[in-house]
């Protein structure tokens, strides 16, 4: 069972252009969150979403990001026209289905390797 | 809000000492405590959980404890070795919540 699996690992882009970050839940698990860890801080949580629908998007700057849960496929996080202050490293986590005393009624959560995005 | 902060932001011990690292949280209304580990370029590994109804849990030369009601955890490592210099982090998790808020980190190094 392959684990969380980010992609790309890193990714240069310029001011003002995309990024596109993807992250592929480990098999069976249907909740995936993303955070964010800028240089010298810790992991700021960004939003949480089950398959097509956003249940928590308190973490996320309101204008240039979004994120998306296909039905089929990966978790998306995109920021349109990027700025040097987006430099980070971000991180995609995932977890199971509620059942009880599993790991989701646990709120286990695990994380991919990152992806780190330099904007210069 | 909650807030999780770590003390010491660095710590450096020579090889073979027990050594603990410091969490605490603003606010006691926590589902669970984890610790994590994190190493250079990489991503987060989970070395143990805390139930807010669990005072400790051990894992090999690891114990962590929680006391609730203080806003404090602790994680315990015994018998240090270089192999567990890596940058350890503190997360709680809101009770009716599912994310995860985060302490800055205690940057270990485990000196030969």
């Known amino acids: 069972n392959a684990g969380v699996m980010q992609n790309p690992r890193h990714l240069v882009r310029r001011r003002g252009q995309e990024a596109r970050l993807r992250c592929s839940p480990m098999?069976?698990?249907?909740?995936v969150y993303w955070y964010r860890q800028l240089p010298e801080e810790g992991l700021k949580f960004m939003v949480y979403?089950?398959?097509?629908?956003?249940?928590?998007e308190s973490g996320m700057p309101k204008e240039r990001f979004s994120a998306e849960f296909p039905k089929e496929g990966p978790s998306i996080l995109r920021i349109q026209q990027v700025v040097r202050g987006d430099s980070a490293a971000y991180f995609c986590?995932?977890?199971?289905?509620?059942?009880?005393?599993?790991?989701?009624?646990?709120?286990?959560?695990?994380f991919g390797a990152g992806t780190r995005l330099s904007v210069l | 809000k909650q807030e999780v902060t770590q003390i010491p932001a660095a710590l450096s011990v020579p090889e073979g000492e027990n050594l603990v690292l410091n969490c605490s949280f603003t606010?006691?209304?926590?589902?669970?405590l984890q610790w994590f580990r994190q190493d250079p370029g990489k991503g987060l590994t989970s070395l143990l959980l805390?139930?807010?109804?669990?005072r400790e849990q051990t894992s090999g030369r690891l114990n962590a404890s929680l006391d609730k009601s203080s806003g404090r955890s602790t994680l315990y490592i015994a018998a240090s070795q270089p192999g567990d210099s890596a940058t350890y982090l503190c997360?709680?998790?809101?009770?009716?919540?599912?994310?995860?808020?985060f302490g800055q980190g205690t940057r270990l190094t485990i000196n030969p």
């Open positions: 805390i139930q807010s109804s669990q």
């Open positions: 979403l089950q398959k097509e629908n956003i249940i928590d």
């Open positions: 997360a709680v998790t809101k009770l009716g919540a599912q994310k995860l808020v």
């Open positions: 986590a995932s977890s199971p289905l509620g059942r009880m005393g599993g790991a989701a009624a646990k709120n286990i959560q695990y």
């Open positions: 098999k069976g698990h249907s909740h």
């Open positions: 606010d006691s209304a926590i589902y669970n």
